[in-house]
């Protein structure tokens, strides 16, 4: 196939997901229009979520707090320079840009998507029948291992996830439930759909996922946790990473470390 070819094979499909994204929002839309009434008034009486996370070792379904936010805003995190962290290694070139016109990264998951909870809340957070729109923002999550690309996978926080197979690459479309967290495809997009305006965490994000996030360990893998936020070094519990819009958080176990990537959201429609 030609360079040309490829290229607008790629533009179809990526055109094709978000107009099937759109279809399911504006579904979405339909069947909580009478919901949504509900829930600004019980916002407007001051009915707010709070930030919970599981134990800073990595919580579990239900788990306990964790502090680093508020309700619609949070306190803003303390970063430092990146010259603190000595010489990094250079960044990996992008991947292949994937359906939601993000490179998806060359390395393999770092860890299944299993929900130990399967549609249970999790840290407070439902899984839903439809995504929601109240609040709807996006961040992007890269994990480095030992300075080796690893995924975040397609369908965390979607149990049942219906993949939708495109020529960029496996759209997770639908499935049994959304919980407010989540990704449609490996390219480190989280999804942040919520009913209410709060402010969400890394912690509850692996929570979700299923997996173990503390100052030394990230999933499966095991070492000192370094987390770039915004091209800075976050201090703090790795838990605590908010996920704001637009953030862009590099997550790495081990050495060596990575300069911090970044992708443009330009074009991407999120």
Request: with cysteine; aromatic share 4%.
């Amino acid at each position: 196939m030609s360079s040309k070819s490829s290229r607008e094979s790629r533009k179809a499909a990526i055109e094709a997901a978000r107009k099937a994204e759109a279809r399911r929002r504006r579904r979405t839309r339909l069947a909580i229009g009478g919901g949504a009434v509900v829930a600004a008034a019980a916002i407007a009486v001051g009915v707010t979520l709070g930030v919970s996370g599981g134990p800073a070792s990595g919580g579990t379904a239900g788990g306990g707090t964790a502090g680093g936010g508020t309700a619609g805003g949070g306190t803003a995190p303390k970063l430092a320079s990146l010259s603190t962290l000595g010489t990094l290694q250079a960044a990996p070139a992008a991947g292949p840009l994937g359906p939601e016109a993000v490179p998806v990264p060359a390395g393999t998951a770092l860890a299944g998507t299993t929900v130990a909870a399967g549609a249970q809340p999790v840290d407070g957070i439902s899984c839903s029948a439809g995504e929601q729109t109240l609040f709807h923002i996006h961040a992007h999550l890269t994990i480095f291992v030992n300075g080796v690309a690893r995924q975040v996978p397609a369908a965390i926080g979607i149990p049942g996830g219906v993949a939708q197979n495109t020529a960029s690459g496996t759209f997770i479309g639908s499935g049994t439930c959304f919980y407010w967290l989540h990704t449609h495809a490996a390219d480190g997009i989280v999804h942040i759909e919520s009913p209410a305006v709060r402010t969400f965490t890394l912690g509850e994000f692996f929570d979700e996922w299923g997996q173990p996030l503390g100052s030394s360990v990230a999933g499966p893998a095991h070492g000192h946790v370094t987390v770039l936020y915004n091209g800075k070094v976050f201090e703090g519990n790795p838990r605590d990473v908010p996920l704001t819009a637009h953030a862009q958080i590099q997550l790495e176990v081990g050495t060596p470390l990575v300069a911090p990537e970044s992708i443009s959201w330009a074009g991407t429609g999120l």
